[in-house]
C-alpha cells in the first residue's frame, strides 16, 4: 500500500511577520523557512503507518520554486522513501495546487493521501477537500487518530463540538490536525540518508496541467493596530474598570 | 444577484453564525436563499423564514443528513448552485470540510474565511495566523466563500417569513460513512455566540486547577476557552482551543488567564472588543493586545474578582 503525502514549503511557525513597505505582500527575505507544521505531522503518520506495517511505501509530493525540495529532503528524513517536485510558482491558489496533486495521485495510485489541514502561511485549508472531490474519493479532515487496514480507514476528526468518526473505503483523502501525533525530532543518520533518496522533478505541463489564475491580491496590510491598555494594579481596579469603564460586565 | 447561504444547525437550533452570513450576503447580492441540510430539521427552516432579507428557504430534510458528510452537502448544493452568483458558508469545521469540494467541481477558488466586503467581488481575508490582511479579487463568475462570522453583525429578524422549499436529496453510495459522535455537553454558552469568554492557558498548570474558571464563568455568563498550550497539556479538551487553528472569537468582553500570547493564540481573539490579560509575567506578549492587564498570581486574581462580581 502506498501513501502520499503533500508537503509545503513555509515561514516558520515561530517568526514574525512582517508586510511589505509597498502592500504587496509579506517580506519572507531571509526568514527562516521550514515545512509547513501540519504537513510534518502528515508525513510522521505515514510514516508510523508504514512502520507499523500496513503501509509499503511514503512518496512525499511538493509544489514551488527548487528551495522547496529542502522540505522534501526533510519529509525523507523523517522516513518518507521518494519524493516528486512540480516544478512551479511558490504562491498558487488551492485549485492549482489540489489539480496538480491530482496528476501525480493518477500515476501514483496511492490508497491514502495525507495533508495537513491548513498551511500556516495562506490559511486557506482547501487542498485536501479539492483534491478528494476531483478525485471522487472519501475525505476526513482534521484527523485526530487514523486507523488503517487493508481496506479502509477510520478517522476521528476535531470538529466544533468535539470530536466525529468516519470509516472511508480507500483510495481516501485525510487532513491532519495538531494532536494526531508529535513528529520524531530527525537524527543525524537519518537526514545523511534523505540525501542520497531520490527525488522525482516533473513540471505542471508534463502532468497535463494548466495553471489559471482566479484571484489577485489586491494590497496585504497590517491589521489595524489596538490602541493601548493600561495596567492596572489589583483586581478591585480591574473589576472597577470593567464595570464602569469598559461597561462590558454588570 | 443572487447568494445562496448555507444554515449553521444542529438540527434543532438555527445557529447565530447563520444571521451572520446573511448579513454577509446581503452585501453582495440582491437576494439571499437561506438552504438548510438536515434531518427534521423543520424548526429551523421556521427560524430561517424568520430572518430579515431573506428571500427564501430552501430545504432538504434527509435521516442521512442527521450528520452530514461534506460529500452529501457538496453533491446537495451543487443541485442548485448553477441558480447563484455568491455561494457562502460558515467557516466552521463543517463549512470548511464541504465548501472547497463545491469550489473544484465548480472549477472556481474559494475565498477562505472572509471578515469583509469591499465589493461583489472583492473581499478582505486574515492571512499569516491574522499577522496581515489580504484584499483578495475574484475574476469568477460564482464567488465561494467561507465567512469568519465573528466579523460581522447578525441579521435580525423580519416581521414576515420568508417563503419555504423542499429540495429533492439522493443520498449518495456511501464511500464515506458516519460512524459515531462525541460532543461536549455544556450549559455554557457556544463559544462562537458567547458575549464574554474566559480563557486559560498553560499558567493554570493542572486539568484540576483549569476548573477554577468555572465559577468565575458561572458569575458572567462566560464562555471558556483554552490556549493551544492547555490543550497539548492535557488541562482542556481541543473543541476549547482558541486560535489560528481552533475557534476564532470576538466577544465583548475576553479574559486571558494564565495565557503568554503566541501570535496563533493571538489569531483567535485580538478582534474582541475589551481584553483583559491576567499574568504574572509582565513581559507576556499578551499584554500588548490587552486593554486591561493585571500582572499578578492568577489564583489570588480569580478569588479575589469572584467575590468582588
Known sequence: MKILVAVKRTIDAYVKVRVRSDNTGVDLANLKMAMNPFCEIAVEEAVRLKEKGLATEV????????????????????????????????????LNIAKLLKAVVLKEQPSLVLLGKQSIDSDNNQVGQMLAALCDMPQATFASRVELSSDKVVVSREVDGGEQVLSLQLPSVVTTDLRLNEPRFKKLPEIMKARKKPIEVVTPAQLGVEIKSHLTVVSVIDPPPRKAGVIVKTAAELVDKLRNEAKVIA | MKALVIA??????????????????????????????????????????????????????????????????????????????????????????????????????????????????????????????????SSDTIKIMTVRTSAFAEATDAAVAAPVAALEFKPLAGKATFVSENLATSSRPDLAAARVVISGGRGLGSAENFRLLDKLADKLGAGIGASRAAVDSGYAPNDMQIGQTGKVVAPDLYIAIGISGAIQHLAGMKDSKVIVAINKDAEAPIFQVADYGLVADLFTALQEMEALL
Not at chain 1, 74 to 88: C, Y
Not at chain 2, 62 to 76: F, I, K, N, T, V
Not at chain 2, 97 to 105: E, K, N, Q, T, Y
Open chain 2, 8 to 137: 449553521e444547525h444542529d438540527n434543532q437550533k438555527l445557529k447565530a453564525a447563520t444571521r451572520a452570513l446573511v448579513t454577509a450576503a446581503l452585501q453582495t447580492a440582491d437576494q439571499v436563499d437561506v438552504l438548510v441540510a438536515g434531518s427534521a430539521c423543520g424548526a429551523v427552516v421556521t427560524a430561517a423564514t424568520r430572518i430579515a432579507g431573506v428571500s427564501s428557504v430552501r430545504f432538504a430534510d434527509h435521516d442521512s443528513l442527521g450528520h452530514p458528510l461534506a460529500e452529501a452537502l457538496a453533491a446537495l448544493v451543487l443541485t442548485i448552485s448553477a441558480e447563484y452568483e455568491f455561494i457562502l458558508a460558515a467557516a466552521t469545521t463543517t463549512g470548511k470540510s464541504f465548501l472547497p469540494r463545491v469550489a473544484a467541481l465548480l472549477d472556481v477558488a474559494q475565498i477562505s474565511e472572509i471578515t469583509a466586503v469591499v465589493d461583489r467581488s472583492t473581499f478582505v481575508r486574515p492571512i499569516y495566523a491574522g499577522s496581515a490582511l489580504a484584499t483578495i479579487r
Open chain 1, 59 to 94: 512518496i512525499a509530493v511538493t509544489i514551488g520554486s527548487d528551495k522547496a525540495q529542502e522540505q522534501l529532503r526533510e519529509a525523507m528524513a523523517l522516513g518518507a522513501d521518494r519524493s516528486i517536485h512540480i516544478q512551479a510558482g511558490d504562491e498558487l491558489e488551492p
